[in-house]
């Protein structure tokens, strides 16, 4: 699945996904959580437009004020025929950047971490879904990460993986014109072998108080 991700160098989202303005309080996050406020991108008229979401998506027809129907993944093969992503999926799609992420495999008892990025460290979009729930305090922009079968690489830490867009698929992903669902499904396929990388990082991830850029640096293969 994907609990954890990272956006490291923020300032490379304006050039890798043609965005024109960035919060100024939008800061390097290296152990972003569920229920935590992450960067989405969206089509708007005048282009592509970044916003700040909850993770965790509450669908608009929610009607408890507590998040009950809060979700932080949506699986690829359902994603058009549950409830809570069908609508989305069908018109609220948007991208979420990351220049990581990370997964647990058990090794020797123990859950440890492991960083994912690509090989040249560049930031890529994760495949996301958004919602707008009115709630009694106000509106809430809400999102959830598609996740996917995992390919070869990434099969040895975990059986999912998030989806990660191919950037030639930005503009079919985020235009709200396009219905065809059974053609979006077909983008939201395994990373290509090749892609990625990954490196053991300290178990303090584990904990979402932990910041810094400590999260994402390599440990010793002891």
């Not at 027809?61 to 932080?72: M, P």
């Not at 560049?122 to 009694?136: H, S």
Request: charged share 25%; hydrophobic share 35%.
């Amino acid at each position: 699945m994907c609990g954890r991700f990272a956006l490291k160098n923020p300032k490379a989202i304006k050039a890798a996904f043609d965005v024109d303005e960035l919060p100024e309080d939008l800061k390097p996050r290296y152990n972003i959580a569920p229920s935590q406020d992450i960067a989405i991108i969206r089509f708007s008229p005048a282009g592509r437009k970044l916003s700040m979401a909850l993770w965790g998506l509450i669908p608009s027809w929610a009607k408890e004020s507590d998040k009950s129907y809060s979700t932080i993944n949506a699986r690829a093969e359902t994603v058009d025929s549950k409830p809570t992503f069908r609508g989305p999926f069908k018109h609220h799609r948007c991208l979420i950047p990351a220049d990581g992420f990370y997964e647990w495999h058990e090794e020797g008892g123990i859950k440890q971490p492991h960083h994912i990025s690509r090989k040249d460290g560049e930031p890529f979009a994760l495949a996301g879904l958004w919602d707008l729930w009115k709630g009694p305090h106000g509106d809430v922009l809400s999102c959830s990460i598609i996740v996917t079968s995992a390919n070869a690489f990434m099969k040895p830490l975990h059986d999912r993986m998030p989806v990660i867009l191919d950037p030639n698929d930005y503009e079919r992903w985020l235009d709200p014109d396009n219905h065809d669902t059974a053609s979006l499904k077909n983008l939201l396929a395994p990373a290509p072998e090749g892609l990625l990388t990954e490196w053991r990082v300290s178990r303090e991830l584990n904990n979402p108080r932990h910041e810094g850029a400590g999260c994402a640096m390599p440990v010793d293969e002891d």
